[in-house]
């Protein structure tokens, strides 16, 4: 048994793309949504050693949360503050955060691209961003630009790249060889969903696009470094990428990622 704790969690694609890893991989996985309310984080741990539940996926407002309550947890959660999946064994909790790594496992699935030697842009400097940041600087990127409304908040985000991460503008975009839009803007039903994150006029002819938000499948960002015939990817990739992880460590198996990313596709 594993499931997902957020709140709201109803939406979450999450048990259509678990439910499609146990489908592939023969594992009899059961996977739930468990709506937990802010401020009884520690009472849904409880439950899951008291339940012997294996593990569990955990999003919004629980990343932090969470900590207080593991007995261990890896070196990105230590380095990000914020985990995102949980494993159960015999009672004893380990965090981990699979977020950046699901990132370089869903564009490398889709594009056969690996970040190693390759300058990225990075806009935005919350969780998301720096999952991506770290996971990029801890797997060989020569250079991470961040670029954020707040420059304070952009040069915290650097130091997850020490030695090649440097604060930019949307100038300093122009110069990489992958962008990656880790911020809301552009995300359906938000203030923000219409509008394009920066000018892509500048790109160079072979960047990539990446925009981390999936709904809808086509923000304006990919539709204007389309228009230009950039290379895009969706959000959908790097979730599917961190389940698919999460799946592994809970598992022990590791699903192969097309059924994975149909099984988001589909999901609505």
Not at 103 to 117: C, K, P, S, Y
Request: hydrophobic share 45%; net charge negative.
């Amino acid at each position: 048994m594993a499931g997902v704790i957020g709140w709201p969690v109803a939406h979450s694609r999450s048990p259509a793309i678990h439910a499609a890893a146990a489908q592939a991989t023969g594992v009899p996985l059961v996977y739930g949504t468990f709506p937990v309310r802010p401020g009884e984080t520690d009472a849904a741990l409880d439950a899951v050693r008291a339940l012997g539940i294996r593990g569990l996926s955990v999003t919004m407002p629980h990343k932090e949360a969470v900590i207080s309550g593991l007995d261990s947890m890896s070196e990105a959660v230590t380095a990000l503050d914020a985990v995102n999946c949980v494993i159960n064994t015999d009672g004893q909790l380990h965090g981990e955060n699979t977020d950046g790594a699901g990132f370089l496992h869903g564009l490398r699935e889709v594009t056969g691209i690996d970040v190693a030697g390759r300058s990225i842009g990075v806009l935005g400097a919350g969780g998301a961003a720096r999952a991506v940041i770290h996971a990029c600087a801890q797997n060989g990127a020569s250079s991470v630009t961040v670029v954020n409304r707040s420059a304070k908040r952009a040069e915290s985000a650097t130091l997850l790249a020490p030695g090649i991460g440097h604060v930019g503008d949307h100038s300093s975009l122009d110069a990489v060889d992958i962008v990656v839009n880790a911020t809301s803007v552009g995300m359906a039903e938000t203030e923000a969903a219409g509008e394009l994150v920066f000018p892509v006029e500048g790109l160079a002819e072979h960047a990539v696009v990446v925009d981390i938000v999936y709904h809808p499948s086509e923000t304006p960002l990919l539709a204007a470094a389309r228009a230009r015939g950039l290379q895009t990817v969706g959000g959908l990739p790097m979730l599917v990428g961190q389940a698919a992880i999460q799946f592994q460590r809970w598992t022990g198996q590791t699903p192969l990622f097309s059924p994975l990313l149909e099984a988001a596709l589909t999901q609505k």
